[in-house]
């Protein structure tokens, strides 16, 4: 059975309490059991504080004052919209440094309504100055780009979700990687949305650029990559967020935007994942009609 | 006047401007005054050394007692004090830890304060540390849900090196009835103290229970 990006989250983690005495993990019940209390390093550094994710936030500032490095973790909506502030105030202001790990991308809790729903979590987050934001493609991307980032000092948020690519894709924390490369439009998909954007672009002449880190978003590469002013982003949360930085990075080219990602309306059906982005467009036959559709085909 | 009004008053009076904060500065004057005096362990030239005593203004509200007693105890040269809620200086209406020597936390918003001395007490206690975080609440800043997160969770987690000093001038609308008794609920060592008698205020701060987080609720008149 495939591993998932929460499995890998709790292996790369315990893993790192291993190995840096300054790794603590803060939760609020979200993913407790998942964690191997037996091995002594998870029992003395990991801090399941209760549901209270206000406070997990804030307690984690605490330890961040302290020299440690706070790895939090819980379902999207409660990491990032319920403590917002805390954040904002307890982490950004202070200039302190913090890991957030959600689980449960956009409507990967499909069935449970949109109060579990997190589809704006990469918008809000964009707010915050210096937040860094990755969004992996697979277990081992996450693996990986935390290694990468972990001890930078900045403030950086990953967000996992259930949909995963199929395959690796060889990628640099802060860096666009080239997939392939055409004439006709330039495509940045974002994390899990490479592999069906890939199945939409078969036998397009197309540039496809992806993107594992969002901020900082790589405009260097966008720039050197593109033949043809015509962009596309493809984007698993709401849809067009990283236009501010395509605009910015493409500031001095005349060029065409086309935002295709999830609609910012309520998604008020219950059911599967798959289901909503057979409704939202977020599939292969779905992605390719929309850049049919910008290119004029 | 206590003698601790009598002592600051000369820096209290250059930092003007922030009037409105009147009852919220002056009321936490004197459990201050006895903190910094005879309680906290600290290294004004190295005001982050790891041997210090930790004090958070969780409240952040009408710093300018805790300002002047941090110029008087030498954190920061008093010429700061003029430059109060200035453009060019480094004192803000409420306090900011990247800018003002002494200060642990930025705070301002209410109820960030006492969750984060929470973490901190949390980490001193990983670290083996014996050093202690004191953080002073207003009785205002009760009214927040993230506070009363903050003292179950330092309850429960037994944090005997965490004081919380909650200042009850009486600013809440809400009536919070008998806020020791609230805090022993939620397995704190509590007491009430006059908040202006500094003997009340010393014995109580230098008071630590083994198992317990302690509360001391400062009435203020």
Known sequence: MQTTMRQQMVETLEDILLQDERAVIVLAEISYSLFHKQRPEVRERLFNLGIMEQSMISVAAGFALEGFIPCVHSITPFLVERPFEQLKDDFCYQQLSGKFISTGASYDYSEEGMTHQGSGDVHILRSLPGMQIVVPGTPSEFDALFRASYANGANTYFRLSLAQNPFDTSTQFGKLAVVRRGTQATIIAVGPTLAPTLAAVEGMDVTVLYCATVAPFDGETLRAADQSSNIILVEPYYEGVLAQDICAAMQHTPMRLESIGVPHRILPNYGAPEEHDADIGLTPQGIRRRIERFLGK | MTSARDHLEPLLLELLGDEKHDSSSYST????????????????????????????????????????????????????????????????????????????????????????????????????????????????????????????????????NLTCIAINNHSSSLELGDLAAKFAAFGWAAISIDGRDHTQIYDALMHVDETRPTAIVAEIE
């Not at chain 2, 004197?30 to 903190?35: K, R």
């Not at chain 2, 700061?80 to 060019?88: A, I, P, Q, T, V």
């Open chain 2, 29 to 160: 004057l004197d459990v201050l005054w006895v903190l910094y005096d005879r309680v906290m362990r600290y290294d004004a030239r190295n005001p982050r050394s790891e041997e210090r005593d930790r004090f958070v203004l969780s409240k952040g509200h009408g710093p300018v007692a805790y300002y002047a007693i941090l110029a008087d105890k030498g954190f920061f040269p008093h010429s700061e004090l003029k430059k109060f809620m200035r453009w060019n200086g480094i004192l803000g209406a409420h306090p900011d830890r990247n800018q003002v020597p002494g200060v642990e936390i930025s705070t301002g918003s209410l109820g960030h304060g006492l969750p984060m001395a929470v973490g901190m007490a949390l980490a001193l206690r990983l670290k083996k540390s014996d050093r202690r975080v004191f953080a002073l609440i207003g009785d205002g800043e009760c009214n927040e849900g993230s506070i009363w997160e903050a003292i179950l969770l330092a309850g429960n987690r037994q944090l005997s």
